[in-house]
């Protein structure tokens, strides 16, 4: 460390903007200790805090494990891309259907939960379908679901550090123009995620998330006006995109959308292109010019070809949310609960948070479009390409990045990296725990050990293979880091999750439901997620966005109308389910409250 700080001299910006995130990071290590000294020291405590945690710690350790790098830097990235319609197809959906299934799945899976002694997903669906076996199949969609949700965290948190630390060790990192690396930066924000999950578990975790919510949620607004300031004010950032794109700010493209288009790419092609003097004419004997082309021109704003969002696509939106109700790690979140009433908060508040957070988030990511300081574009490039040739290839994860760098102050743009990365760093720890307590209850118990493991083997066993997923995923992480948009790879792992909705609602309200529907339900909700994947991968290319349409909409649409048609069918097709496990889950249902 010595080497490093003698290497960077003074105090850079990038220097400055480090020690802040270095300082954020160490408060949640601290953080993480001061949990440890509450740990009562067996596996229930660990993974579910003992059932113990309030109303304002739930909302917004709730809230705070949902707002992950796709609410922030996939939202800000998406806006940039497709315009202001984001906020309407995931923040107003995400605002009414969480809320709704907070209160209509969360609420009654607790109180079961409570009841029959259950700590993960798995356990329940079990004993509801009566089947050993479910977890042979859903085991492995969970995990292949969750672990893109974890690689987008990671790839946000690498790409915020990577921008902020610009300048700060040029001599050690000069291919990074002496910010910290990607890989590094990773290696260290995950390594904090682990070791504060690790000492506190699920009350580490809850503590975290609560405090990193209220640090983004006060440093969004923060952000917001900053930027805004920066740019001259909202009034003239928006002034700007109505310029240069002005179909960021609607959901249709007009035919003034599209001259104003042509007219504005125009312009940038005659400045990107190298320009002769007028006396070039006067040629010298051999043929050369006496005047040399420009070597490198100069950056202009390059205009972003407008793109239409159809009705049907906007709808389809609406079941990205149901997702929520199948996130292992929420599931866990909810379980932590103290009692019912603590979800009334969270069922309230939760819409109003969202709206907190997306609102700030879009707007940048749409005047991002179109900002320019001292005459040069603060993004270096478009969806369509780089600004100039040989510049930065488009990176829709680096653009609130470059927003947040712009600010000329180093100490508050460092204190808004350090916001930005907290909301990134959110629900990583959640997902961590959840892995961990799924692979030793519904794997390593249920199977290898017959239900037969101590408490203290289960406490290890959890805290064992956390490790082999924080690493899993680092590894992966950089393998994938060029691949994907954290918006498109987000929506893909959500409609993946959305496809499980109908199995958890049906095991919840439908006494009909039996074990062979839910096995339908799974395969042909994800199966057909797999199916249009591979499809668009094949024609469009792995490495490519790999765009999240089918038939004009999501394919959360599709898969979750597949998925609750072949659990019907086949439920009311086989045998119905034991008087006893009917009685169980719904005669006893009020009880289980």
């Avoid at 001259?232 to 249709?252: D, F, H, I």
């Avoid at 808004?416 to 725990?433: E, H, K």
């Avoid at 994907?484 to 919840?508: E, K, M, Q, T, Y």
Wanted: charged share 10%.
């Amino acid at each position: 460390m010595p080497a490093l700080l003698a290497a960077a001299g003074e105090f850079t910006p990038g220097m400055i903007q480090l020690w802040i995130i270095v300082a954020y990071l160490a408060a949640l290590i601290v953080l993480g200790l001061a949990s440890n000294s509450l740990f009562k020291g067996t596996a229930v405590d660990y993974f579910i805090a003992s059932r113990g945690v309030g109303p304002v710690l739930l909302v917004l350790s709730v809230f705070g494990t949902t707002m992950t790098a796709f609410a922030i830097q996939g939202s800000s990235g998406e806006a940039w891309a497709s315009g202001i319609g984001v906020y309407g197809k995931m923040a107003s959906w995400s605002g009414i259907v969480h809320a709704a299934c907070f209160f209509l799945i969360g609420v009654r899976l607790w109180g079961l939960g409570k009841r029959y002694g259950y700590q993960t997903q798995i356990q329940f669906f079990r004993d509801r379908l009566q089947s050993s076996n479910i977890g042979v199949l859903l085991f492995p969609i969970l995990v292949l679901l969750q672990m893109p949700y974890i690689i987008i965290g990671i790839i946000g948190s690498g790409n915020m550090i990577q921008v902020a630390t610009r300048g700060a060790f040029p001599s050690f990192f000069a291919s990074t123009q002496g910010g910290v690396p990607f890989w590094l930066g990773t290696l260290l924000s995950t390594g904090v995620v682990w070791l504060y999950v690790w000492l506190g578990g699920a009350r580490a975790t809850a503590w975290a998330n609560a405090l990193q919510t209220l640090i983004f949620l006060v440093v969004g607004v923060v952000t917001f006006w900053a930027i805004a300031d920066r740019l001259g004010g909202a009034k003239e950032a928006t002034r700007m995109v109505q310029e240069y794109n002005p179909s960021k700010l609607t959901r249709e493209v007009t035919p003034e959308h599209e001259r104003i288009y042509q007219e504005k790419m125009a312009q940038w092609r005659a400045s990107t292109q190298p320009t002769v003097n007028a006396q070039a004419s006067n040629a010298l004997p051999d043929g050369r010019s006496s005047v040399e082309p420009d070597a490198k021109p100069t950056p202009t704003l390059r205009p972003h070809k407008p793109k239409r969002m159809t009705e049907l696509e906007f709808l389809s939106y609406g079941f990205i949310p149901l997702s929520v109700a199948m996130f292992p790690h929420l599931f866990q979140l909810w379980l932590t609960a103290r009692s019912a009433k603590a979800f009334r908060l969270t069922v309230t508040l939760h819409p109003l948070l969202i709206m907190a957070i997306w609102a700030p988030c879009v707007a940048i990511g749409v005047w991002a479009s179109s900002a320019m300081i001292g005459g040069k574009p603060v993004v270096p490039f478009t969806p369509e390409g780089p600004l100039v040739p040989g510049g930065p290839v488009p990176n829709p994860n680096t653009v609130l990045a470059f927003m947040v760098q712009m600010l000329s102050n180093p100490w508050v743009s460092g204190l808004l990296a350090a916001g930005v990365l907290a909301a990134i760093l959110g629900g990583m720890d959640a997902q961590f725990l959840s892995l961990g307590s799924m692979f030793t209850h519904d794997i390593v118990d249920h199977y290898a050990r017959k239900d037969s493991m101590t408490d203290r083997q289960r406490l290890v066993t959890g805290r064992v293979f956390v490790i082999a997923v924080v690493l899993v995923s680092w590894l992966l992480t950089l393998l994938l880091r060029e691949t994907r948009p954290i918006f498109n790879l987000a929506v893909w792992c959500f409609s993946g999750f959305s496809a499980l909705f109908p199995l958890v609602c049906a095991a919840l309200y439908w006494r009909r439901l039996t074990k062979w529907g839910a096995y339908a339900s799974v395969i042909a909700g994800v199966g057909s997620g797999v199916f249009f994947y591979v499809r668009i991968g094949l024609e469009q290319g792995f490495a490519s966005r790999i765009d999240p349409e089918v038939w004009g909409l999501v394919p959360a649409a599709p898969m979750v109308v597949f998925a609750t048609v072949a659990l019907v069918v086949v439920s009311l097709m086989t045998p119905a389910p034991a008087a006893a496990t009917v009685n169980k889950f719904f005669l006893k249902a009020a009880d289980a409250r």
